[in-house]
């Protein structure tokens, strides 16, 4: 069983830089998929970007450019790089891993607790 956890997060201004780390537990994590999802206050989960188990990559059309994921299979860990931020970045940012690197909540079945990104103007 895969657990993930999240970290990272914080107050940055716009047009600044974070990194976002989800650090998984378990053997087999590395022929997982990895999905970052967001949800701001009032508003539904939706996808930021996913990282297949041999890294192949999607993203949301909102951060294509801006946002940046990776992972290092000897950690165990998949970064979300998340440069140019806007304040319509602002929310909590959810790490998952799953079997398929798909764009729909339910594909996944590990979460994270989210870790706040807060972008100030």
């Known amino acids: 069983q895969v657990q993930v956890v999240e970290s990272g997060g914080g107050l940055v201004q716009a047009g600044g830089s974070l990194r976002l780390s989800c650090a998984a537990s378990?053997?087999?994590?590395?022929?997982?998929?990895v999905g970052w999802f967001r949800q701001a206050p009032g508003k539904e989960r939706e996808f930021v970007a996913a990282?297949?188990?041999?890294?192949?990559?999607t993203y949301a059309d909102s951060v294509k450019g801006r946002f940046t994921i990776s992972r290092d299979y000897a950690k165990n860990t998949v970064y979300l790089q998340m440069n140019s931020l806007k304040r319509e970045d602002t929310a909590v940012y959810y790490c998952a891993a799953g079997r398929v690197d798909a764009s729909t909540p339910a594909a996944y079945d590990a979460w994270g607790q989210g870790t706040q990104v807060t972008v100030s103007s």
């Open positions: 990282i297949s188990w041999s890294s192949g990559r």
């Open positions: 378990g053997r087999t994590f590395s022929s997982y998929a």
